[in-house]
């Protein structure tokens, strides 16, 4: 084993590390500032009888130590109140990057800064790349145990493009995007192979054909609210999709699966709906290794956070989010 065998492993294991601390900071509970606040701002008011009282030309020894220690954590109260409390909440938030979805838009463990406040005073338009937290049917197999919390709600944000708007007509026709009966020229999404989920091949889209799953929203009789249909040649919203090659063309939560054949076929033929008002499609830039609203359906408007505007670590990879 040489000096770089050893090496490797110990410069991703620290890289592993600032990422995750810097993650952790970045989403701090509110609770742990408040205490961090109070627990500091007593500790000021403890220096403070002896800061004063101190005379001028007593002020040596300790005093300088003192005087520094209570600026020190004067400056540190004022920005966790800025930073937490009015920056994070209604500013900016930065967001890491868990997978490779969005790739090659966004890179697994990139860190990026969301723009919460813009959808404020705006909606999100086809074409934004938002975060959002996702619907609980959303989390589903080995994720279930670190995405939800002990009452079982979503505590995990995700990131995708935004691809419908309320009222939007939204398909895919064997891969190709058609927004309101408009084909969509998609520059930003890829195909992918990967062994790792952080490392991805480009494979071509024609290496799907003829198999490259379609998709749009219908109401299914007896009901009022559309779900996602994914489908291709053989099949519709199935637990197992058939497949001309190894690859599996679409995926899809259990409560929309159809066994039934001659249902597929009826649902293949509905007419695609609109999105309802309130509600916004996402799917990932990575559209063959993305869990997204063609497997889960759609997102609440009350449950999208913010937009994403620039990429800030690692330093490589700094630039706009396009």
């Known amino acids: 084993m040489n000096l770089f065998d050893l090496a490797l492993p110990i410069a991703q294991a620290q890289q592993k590390g600032l990422r995750d601390t810097i993650d952790s900071l970045a989403r701090t509970p509110l609770s742990q500032v408040v205490m961090l606040v109070?627990?500091?701002?007593?500790?000021?008011?403890?220096?403070?009888?002896?800061?004063?009282?101190?005379?001028?030309?007593?002020?040596?020894?300790?005093?300088?130590?003192?005087?520094?220690?209570?600026e020190l954590l004067d400056a540190v109260v004022y920005a966790a109140v800025f930073v937490f409390m009015v920056i994070r909440p209604f500013g900016v938030q930065a967001f890491l990057i868990p997978s490779g979805s969005m790739w090659?838009?966004?890179?697994?463990?990139?860190?990026?800064?969301?723009?919460?406040?813009?959808?404020?005073?705006s909606n999100p338009k086809a074409g934004d790349i938002v975060v959002f937290r996702p619907p609980k049917?959303?989390?589903f197999g080995p994720r279930l145990a670190e995405d939800l919390d002990a009452e079982g709600n979503v505590k995990v944000d995700y990131i995708k493009r935004c691809i419908g708007t309320p009222g939007d007509v939204v398909e895919l026709k064997k891969g190709q995007l058609y927004r309101n009966g408009q084909k969509v020229a998609e520059t930003y999404t890829?195909?992918?192979?990967?062994?790792?989920?952080?490392t991805f091949n480009e494979i071509a889209p024609g290496d799907f054909q003829p198999e490259l799953p379609s998709f749009k929203l219908v109401v299914m009789p007896g009901s009022k609210t559309p779900i996602p249909l994914n489908y291709t040649d053989?099949?519709?919203?199935?637990?197992?999709?058939?497949?001309?090659?190894?690859?599996?063309p679409y995926g899809v939560i259990d409560k929309f699966q159809i066994s039934d054949p001659a249902t597929m076929e009826?649902?293949?033929?509905?007419?695609?709906?609109?999105?309802?008002?309130?509600y916004y499609l996402m799917m990932g830039d990575n559209r063959n290794n993305s869990s997204?609203?063609?497997?889960?359906?759609?997102?609440?408007?009350?449950?999208?956070?913010?937009?994403?505007?620039?990429i800030w670590l690692p330093f490589n990879r700094i630039g706009k989010t396009r």
């Open 38 to 70: 109070v627990v500091l701002t007593l500790l000021r008011l403890a220096l403070v009888p002896y800061l004063k009282k101190t005379a001028p030309h007593l002020r040596t020894g300790a005093y300088p130590v003192a005087k520094f220690f209570n």
């Open 190 to 198: 890829h195909y992918s192979d990967t062994q790792d989920g952080v």
């Open 266 to 278: 009826m649902a293949k033929k509905l007419p695609p709906a609109k999105i309802p008002a309130g």
């Open 104 to 121: 090659s838009t966004l890179y697994v463990n990139d860190f990026i800064v969301a723009n919460k406040a813009v959808y404020r005073y």
């Open 234 to 248: 053989f099949d519709a919203n199935a637990a197992s999709p058939q497949s001309m090659t190894m690859r599996q």
């Open 137 to 139: 049917d959303a989390v």
């Open 292 to 310: 997204d609203g063609r497997v889960w359906g759609l997102v609440p408007r009350d449950q999208i956070i913010g937009r994403s505007e620039f």
